[in-house]
Antibody, heavy 117, light 108 residues
Framework: QVQLQESGPGLVKPSETLSLTCTVS????????WSWIRQPPGKGLEWIGY???????NYNPSLKSRATISGDTSKNQFSLKLTSVTAADTAVYYC???????????WGQGTLVTVSS | DIVLTQSPGTLSLSPGERATLSCRAS???????LAWYQQTPGQAPRLLIY???NRATGIPDRFSGSGSGTDFTLTITRLEPEDFAVYFC?????????FGQGTKLEIK
């Protein structure tokens, strides 16, 4: 059974870069699609982007090219970098798997990232 | 962009009752690309329904999904205490994923 675990700093300063890693066990990131999704406190879900076959990406245009998702096959991890963060980027960040480009069937537990000076 | 609007925002029911949650798309969408998730406090969302009407692995049969075009419904028959949560619908189209704003199902 696949398991996903997010890790990274819980506090990031405004204008800096948010960096998170998702460690995958029970599956290989060279298969399927691997995504990042976020949820501001008390609000709904926002898809950030996905990585496919460790080299192909698609991102939510609303993030205005601030997001980059990459993979490390040696560690079976994929990562998110979000540049020029503001308080609006404060959220719980989830990593998730898609077996097909349709829905998210497995999720990590999520990690809260707060943007504050 | 396709916008998903869920209603009601909050639904107050008692255990044992039937819940009907709505998800309306701003334009007609393929049912293949419509999914539902359940989220309990402090937890990640859990996939309930995919392809508008297919239950995900391990989901009890009291959960069912239906609909087509712009109108989709999640029905929960005989509510159990663990069913009181927030429910989101989700769509994939035009190379992006969108979520509805959620319906909170609370105990009356």
């Amino acid at each position: 059974q696949v398991q996903l675990q997010e890790s990274g700093p819980g506090l990031v300063k405004p204008s800096e870069t948010l960096s998170l890693t998702c460690t995958v066990s029970g599956d290989s990131i060279t298969t399927f699609y691997w995504s990042w999704i976020r949820q501001p406190p008390g609000k709904g879900l926002e898809w950030i982007g996905y990585l496919y076959n460790t080299g192909s990406n698609n991102y939510n245009p609303s993030l205005k090219s601030r997001a980059t998702i990459s993979g490390d096959t040696s560690k079976n991890q994929f990562s998110l970098k979000l540049t020029s963060v503001t308080a609006a980027d404060t959220a719980v960040y989830y990593c998730a798997r898609m077996k097909w480009l349709l829905y998210f069937d497995s999720w990590g537990q999520g990690t809260l990232v707060t943007v504050s000076s | 962009d396709i916008v998903l609007t869920q209603s009601p925002g909050t639904l107050s029911l008692s255990p044992g009752e039937r819940a009907t949650l709505s998800c309306r798309a701003s334009q007609s969408v393929s049912s293949s690309y419509l999914a539902w998730y359940q989220q309990t406090p402090g937890q990640a969302p859990r996939l309930l329904i995919y392809g508008a009407s297919n239950r995900a692995t391990g989901i009890p049969d009291r959960f069912s999904g239906s609909g087509s075009g712009t109108d989709f419904t999640l029905t929960i028959t005989r509510l159990e205490p663990e069913d009181f949560a927030v429910y989101f619908c989700q769509h994939y189209g035009y190379s992006r994923f969108t979520f509805g704003q959620g319906t909170k199902l609370e105990i009356k």
